[in-house]
């Protein structure tokens, strides 16, 4: 997510018929910035054996993933920046498919041994 918003980042400050502090750059870095404390919070969360932290992990993965492919098709004409757009959504796909997979709801499940 926050390599994400770094991506926009430096696509709209790259850009020098843009404003610097566009609506677009803001929202897009505040956006970032709620996102991955989202995601941060779903990772602790599942590393408690919890399943609120796999729900959130999920839904913030899928979201950073919707925005990556947004980027892509936002800078579809620059050929550098898509490419970087498109190794960022490498990130959250891996984490999304990670956190779906029947195995991590086996692993929540499963209680720790206490010795």
Avoid: N
Wanted: with cysteine.
């Amino acid at each position: 997510m926050a390599l994400g918003t770094l991506s926009a980042g430096m696509y709209a400050f790259g850009d020098l018929d843009r404003q610097y502090l566009s609506g677009e750059v803001v929202g897009t870095v505040v956006g970032g910035g709620i996102g991955a404390s989202f995601w941060l919070l779903g990772a602790a969360l599942l590393f408690l054996r919890m399943t609120a932290g796999r729900v959130l992990v999920i839904i913030t993965s899928a979201l950073c993933l919707s925005f990556a492919v947004a980027q892509v098709v936002h800078v579809r004409d620059k050929l550098d920046l898509m490419a970087f757009a498109l190794i960022i959504a490498l990130g959250p796909l891996v984490t999304l498919v990670l956190a779906v997979v029947p195995s991590t709801g086996r692993w929540i499940a499963a209680k720790p041994r206490r010795y």
